[in-house]
Antibody, heavy 121, light 109 residues
Framework: QVQLQESGPGLVKPSETLSLTCIVS????????WSWIRQSPGKGLEWIGY???????NYNPSLKSRVTISVDTSKLQFSLKLSSVTAADTAVYYC???????????????WGQGTLVTVSS | QSVLTQPPSASGTPGQRVTISCSGS????????INWYQQLPGTAPRVVIY???QRPLGVPDRFSGSKSGTSASLAISGLQSEDEADYYC???????????FGGGTRLTV
């Protein structure tokens, strides 16, 4: 079965770029919405964006100007870059595989275990 | 302020049936399917209901989902202590062109 595992620095300085990678194991990287979702401490879930296997991307409008998601099919991994971070970007970041339903992204399954990224000097 | 509205808390005793509501609009629940996620303390969310009322393999049939118009609900029957978790609804929003989540409901058993 497919498993996802996030990796990356747990501490990022304000104004710098947050970079995370999600390794996909046990399955294909084709035909899915490879997604990132975050959860600020004690808060709810926020969708960040995805890259679909054709290479198309879609980002949360509130983060669009700072987000880049890419997929490396040869390495079976996908990545998140979030630039110009502030303390408000402190959160647990989850990678997830999005399943298509009709014309759009349906549900996320599975999810990675999540990684806490703290923005602080 | 979340696009989808859920009650912040719900509670029940073992064996009871509890429902969690999720309210949206024509641009999300009204035009697309709803999905429900369970987040146990300290763990990642997992899908318990997808496409309004489908259960993934491994999710007990005590969990069921329904949708009507711009609202949806998750029902858990025969409540067990291990059901104590945060539950989130989510759907695609055609206006925002992205996934929107509810604020989450903390279920206490």
């Amino acid at each position: 079965q497919v498993q996802l595992q996030e990796s990356g620095p747990g501490l990022v300085k304000p104004s710098e770029t947050l970079s995370l990678t999600c390794i996909v194991s046990g399955g294909s990287i084709s035909s899915y919405y490879w997604s990132w979702i975050r959860q600020s401490p004690g808060k709810g879930l926020e969708w960040i964006g995805y890259m679909y296997d054709s290479g198309s991307t879609n980002y949360n409008p509130s983060l669009k100007s700072r987000v880049t998601i890419s997929v490396d099919t040869s390495k079976l991994q996908f990545s998140l870059k979030l630039s110009s971070v502030t303390a408000a970007d402190t959160a647990v970041y989850y990678c997830a595989r999005g399943r298509r339903f009709g014309e759009f992204l349906g549900w996320f399954d599975p999810w990675g275990q999540g990684t806490l990224v703290t923005v602080s000097s | 302020q979340s696009v989808l509205t859920q009650p912040p808390s719900a509670s029940g005793t073992p064996g009871q049936r509890v429902t969690i509501s999720c309210s949206g609009s024509r641009s999300n629940i009204g035009s697309n399917t709803i999905n429900w996620y369970q987040q146990l303390p300290g763990t990642a969310p997992r899908v318990v209901i997808y496409s309004n009322n489908q259960r993934p393999l491994g999710v007990p049939d005590r969990f069921s989902g329904s949708k009507s118009g711009t609202s949806a609900s998750l029902a858990i029957s025969g409540l067990q202590s291990e059901d104590e978790a945060d539950y989130y609804c989510a759907a695609w929003d055609v206006t925002l062109n992205g996934v929107v989540f509810g604020g989450g409901t903390r279920l206490t058993v």
